[in-house]
């Protein structure tokens, strides 16, 4: 890496990890929300309705690289079973809300990254830019796992309406970060979304596999699926200080 003047980070499987029950156990939440307020669904064919749902759209949103949102997804379950309600009625939001109470709840740190961010913080701006469809459960889960106040800049795509390697976030990164694109490492475990992304837009990818180099089972939904690895030239990390070393080669 050279001269670099920010940084910018992924959050799932980058920074956090989810432990495996989160997204069965958000799943039964919801369902249990929606049970409650009065839509008569069983478990099982909900899930599925929700699963087709949500493929369909990632589809769309692999196309265009819009972000989607959760209420969308579940109005469109609901109607395939039969209740018609709109996007943006309460019961969605409740339950909307019930289901990421789940990933909140499942979320860890990976270990050392409050270290690495306080080494950090002390020479650079830093900024976080991840692809999440519900923007208060990502701000919840940064301010759980008490990293919010290492960031100058949180984007989520859900507030930006495009998601990564969209071009249109990196630029909002590069524009809030306030320094040139080359001057921005980028730190991501995702080739496509992160990698990929980061190298379009002028930034300096940084790949890190701490979560594949340690058979984590990755946050569910919000992984790139089937991409190959990067070029071999892009710098490749495991732990935090290699990240430290590549910086101190500068
Ligand atoms: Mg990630």
Redo the contacts with the bound molecule.
């Keep these: 890496m050279e001269q670099i003047k920010a940084f910018g980070f992924?959050?799932?499987?980058?920074l956090i990890t989810m432990e495996m029950d989160a997204l069965k156990d958000a799943l039964s939440r919801l369902t249990g929300s929606l049970k409650g307020n009065g839509f008569a669904i069983e478990h099982t064919a909900f899930v599925k309705a929700h699963s087709e749902a949500v493929l369909a759209f990632l589809e769309q949103t692999r196309r265009d690289g819009k972000e989607s949102h959760n209420r969308f997804w579940i109005s469109t379950a609901l109607a395939k079973l039969g209740h018609d309600v709109s996007p943006d009625s309460q019961y969605i939001s409740e339950g909307v809300e019930t289901y990421f109470s789940a990933f909140i709840q499942y979320a860890t740190l990976i270990p050392g990254t409050k270290e690495m961010l306080t080494t950090l913080k002390h020479d650079y701006p830093i900024g976080l830019l991840s692809?999440f469809t519900h923007p208060p459960a990502a701000t919840k889960i940064i301010a759980e796992l008490g990293l919010d106040h290492f960031f100058d800049v949180v984007l989520i795509s859900g507030d930006l309406g495009y998601r990564k390697p969209h071009l249109s976030v990196f630029e909002a990164l590069i524009d809030q970060l306030g320094v040139e694109s080359e001057e921005i490492a980028f730190v991501?475990?995702?080739p496509e979304?992160?990698v990929e992304g980061a190298l379009r837009a002028g930034l300096q990818p940084v790949w890190t596999t701490y979560v594949r180099d340690n058979n984590i089972t990755p946050?569910p939904g919000?992984?790139g699926k089937g991409q190959g690895d990067p070029d071999p030239t892009i710098p490749r990390i495991s732990h935090w200080q290699d990240l430290l070393a590549l910086l101190h080669r500068q």
């Design positions: 992924d959050l799932f499987n980058t692809n991501g475990d995702d979304a992160d946050a919000v992984v």
